[in-house]
């Protein structure tokens, strides 16, 4: 090669790799569309798999402020949904709802939170076998607790979840300046045992804990005050001691999910490629995330429900970006 010429193709080839970098697949929507809007506002839905189908729950309300009322949605395909009721419970907000398929696999278990101005905020629970006829909700923890998601230990076939409280050692009614974020599990989803004292400044909040196939807990956590990036936390049994780092990014109902080859997938409000925000779905590792996919969606969104079938990542999500407020759904085939 004339020596001349050697930083010409140095420059070429690099150009090259930032190309090819560029152009690589970050998933592709291949089906989607708006799934609920029967209410005034719908948000905060959730989805899992249940006897071969898909379970969809979200919030109904005249508002996001306001009494609000938990429908469930059914679907074979994931693309077109069935009404399959309401839980309601008179005077009460509920909202956030979540659903696991219970360890033995017979049973729909519903976590919700509930609040009204007299008894301030509890979480309650429900469970189904067949999404249409509940239990009676019933109140999990204490006043101002605020279970925010369950997930299933196959190690020990345990409930776990983590629990923000916005007012800890006040009682309320008014957010103090640092909250508490705590882990509880239960081997019924009934009664719950404290876990650990997550030790996360910054007003932590909305959570989700999953445990992977190496035995590992992580957890990603939204954070409202300081920096207010999302931090990611690890822990092994018995899920005491956690190791934080900062996730980079602010997070915003946060979700995710380890696909059978072990990648980590998150969804979460968050800012992509378009101003404002959006339904962003990142790469997660341990150390951070990485912007994957932006959803369509803007201004008041989030709440990704997330499964995994057929070789496809089925996402349901809120957002407001046609004007009203609704739940909208979306396959997404990943790289």
Same mark, same amino acid.
């Given at each position: 090669m004339n020596p001349r010429s050697a930083p010409a193709a140095l420059g070429f080839l690099l150009?090259?790799?930032?190309?090819?970098?560029?152009?690589?697949p970050q998933g592709q929507i291949v089906s989607g569309g708006k799934i609920w809007d029967k209410a005034g506002h719908n948000s905060t839905p959730d989805v899992t798999r249940f006897q071969n189908l898909f379970y969809c729950c979200l919030r109904e309300a005249d508002s996001a402020a306001g009494e609000g009322t938990i429908r469930i949605l059914l679907s074979s395909t994931g693309k077109t949904w069935v009404d399959q009721g309401t839980l309601a419970e008179p005077g009460t907000d509920l909202r956030d709802p979540k659903l696991?398929? /219970? !360890?033995?696999? +017979?049973? #729909?278990?519903?976590?919700?939170?509930?609040?009204?101005?007299?008894?301030?905020?509890?979480?309650?629970?429900?469970?189904?076998?067949?999404g249409k006829v509940? /239990? !009676?909700?019933? +109140?999990? #923890?204490?006043?101002?607790?605020?279970?925010?998601?369950?997930?299933?230990?196959?190690?020990?076939?345990r409930f776990y979840g983590a629990s923000f409280n916005i007012h800890p050692n006040s009682g309320g009614p008014a957010p103090e300046q640092e909250w508490s974020l705590k882990t509880y599990a239960s081997t019924d989803g009934a009664v719950w045992q404290l876990s650990s004292i997550m030790q996360v400044p910054g007003q932590p909040s909305e959570t989700t804990i999953r445990f992977l196939k190496d035995g590992r807990a992580l957890a990603l956590v939204a954070r409202q005050a300081g920096?207010?990036?999302?931090?990611?936390?690890?822990?092994?049994?018995?899920?005491?001691?956690?190791?934080?780092?900062s996730a980079g990014v602010p997070l915003g109902a946060p979700n995710f999910i380890e696909l059978p080859d072990g990648r980590l997938i998150a969804g979460s409000r968050g800012f992509g490629a378009t101003p404002g925000a959006h339904m962003v779905l990142f790469t997660l590792t341990a150390n951070g995330l990485t912007p994957l996919l932006e959803l369509p969606s803007a201004g008041d969104c989030s709440h990704p429900g997330l499964v995994w079938h057929d070789d496809l990542l089925h996402v349901t999500y809120y957002s407001s970006h046609e004007g009203k407020t609704a739940i909208y759904s979306a396959q997404v085939k990943l790289p």
């Amino acid at each position: 090669m004339n020596p001349r010429s050697a930083p010409a193709a140095l420059g070429f080839l690099l150009l090259s790799v930032v190309l090819l970098h560029a152009q690589a697949p970050q998933g592709q929507i291949v089906s989607g569309g708006k799934i609920w809007d029967k209410a005034g506002h719908n948000s905060t839905p959730d989805v899992t798999r249940f006897q071969n189908l898909f379970y969809c729950c979200l919030r109904e309300a005249d508002s996001a402020a306001g009494e609000g009322t938990i429908r469930i949605l059914l679907s074979s395909t994931g693309k077109t949904w069935v009404d399959q009721g309401t839980l309601a419970e008179p005077g009460t907000d509920l909202r956030d709802p979540k659903l696991t398929v /219970t !360890p033995d696999g +017979k049973r #729909l278990y519903l976590l919700c939170g509930g609040q009204s101005a007299a008894l301030g905020r509890q979480p309650r629970y429900a469970t189904s076998t067949d999404g249409k006829v509940w /239990t !009676p909700l019933q +109140k999990l #923890l204490n006043k101002g607790d605020w279970l925010w998601r369950t997930s299933i230990n196959p190690a020990d076939n345990r409930f776990y979840g983590a629990s923000f409280n916005i007012h800890p050692n006040s009682g309320g009614p008014a957010p103090e300046q640092e909250w508490s974020l705590k882990t509880y599990a239960s081997t019924d989803g009934a009664v719950w045992q404290l876990s650990s004292i997550m030790q996360v400044p910054g007003q932590p909040s909305e959570t989700t804990i999953r445990f992977l196939k190496d035995g590992r807990a992580l957890a990603l956590v939204a954070r409202q005050a300081g920096d207010r990036k999302g931090v990611i936390g690890s822990a092994t049994a018995p899920y005491r001691d956690w190791t934080w780092v900062s996730a980079g990014v602010p997070l915003g109902a946060p979700n995710f999910i380890e696909l059978p080859d072990g990648r980590l997938i998150a969804g979460s409000r968050g800012f992509g490629a378009t101003p404002g925000a959006h339904m962003v779905l990142f790469t997660l590792t341990a150390n951070g995330l990485t912007p994957l996919l932006e959803l369509p969606s803007a201004g008041d969104c989030s709440h990704p429900g997330l499964v995994w079938h057929d070789d496809l990542l089925h996402v349901t999500y809120y957002s407001s970006h046609e004007g009203k407020t609704a739940i909208y759904s979306a396959q997404v085939k990943l790289p």
